[in-house]
């Protein structure tokens, strides 16, 4: 199965902070990464396909980059309502896999 | 209103089945592939299994292969986890999801039920 390591695990952001996750991957993706945002309680939500594909309704603060094995998602001037758990997720290959999570805390 | 209802999660004793569902309304249900995701308690995301628009086509996590089956009744509009040989370790929220056209990607998520296997 392909691996996918998420990092950081955890960060400390202030509201109006840029905020960069990466992702890497033990083989190669193509851009079959997409990241997704989960609060506590809650079902995670779809923020970007394809690496770098905004899904609907996600602001425009929300970026995603790279291919390959390596993938950042971006978060620029960091809003209260996104202080979340952030997952990527490979789909390239079955079975399908998820980074570890990076908690972004205030 | 595009939406996923799971049902069917509780305790259960190890070695122990148990059935999930997921009521799917306001999209072409059969159209799209779906697939279970779960989550331990406290821990990441797990995907656990898919199975293509038709039912013809079904994946599964190593982890589950041989114990967890997954199927639908698109006359119904729902699909199923079917979760025999129970561990301890299966204990997690398990949410169902869509996938959309054009990629393994989860677009629309349930709210969750939880299985807890525990003597």
């Known amino acids: 199965a392909i691996r996918i390591t998420q990092s950081p695990s955890s960060l400390s952001a202030s509201t109006g902070d840029r905020v960069t996750i990466t992702c890497r991957a033990s083989?190669?993706?193509?851009?079959?990464l997409a990241w997704y945002q989960q609060k506590p309680g809650k079902a995670p939500k779809l923020l970007i396909s394809?690496?770098?594909t905004l899904h609907s309704g996600v602001p425009s603060r929300f970026s995603g980059s790279g291919s390959g094995t390596d993938f950042t998602l971006t978060i620029t001037y960091l809003q209260s309502e996104d202080f979340a758990t952030y997952y990527c997720?490979?789909?390239?290959?079955?079975?399908?896999?998820f980074g570890g999570g990076t908690k972004v805390e205030i | 209103e595009v939406q996923l209802v799971e049902s069917g999660g509780g305790l259960v004793q190890p070695g122990g089945s148990l059935r999930l569902s997921c009521a799917a309304s306001?999209?072409?249900?059969?159209?799209?592939?779906m697939t279970w995701v779960r989550q331990a308690p406290g821990k990441g995301l797990d995907w656990v299994s898919g199975?293509?628009?038709?039912?013809?086509?079904?994946y599964y996590a190593d982890s589950v292969k041989g114990r967890f089956t997954i199927s639908r009744d698109n006359s119904k509009n729902t699909l199923y986890l079917h979760l025999n040989s129970l561990r301890a370790d299966d204990t997690a929220v398990y949410y169902c999801?869509?996938?959309?056209?054009?990629?393994?990607?989860?677009?629309?998520w349930g709210q969750g039920t939880m299985v807890t296997v525990s003597s």
């Open positions: 999801a869509k996938i959309p056209a054009g990629g393994d990607v989860f677009d629309i």
């Open positions: 306001g999209f072409g249900f059969s159209t799209y592939a």
């Open positions: 199975i293509s628009g038709s039912g013809g086509s079904t």
């Open positions: 083989q190669g993706l193509s851009s079959y």
């Open positions: 394809a690496a770098s």
């Open positions: 997720q490979q789909y390239h290959t079955y079975p399908l896999t």
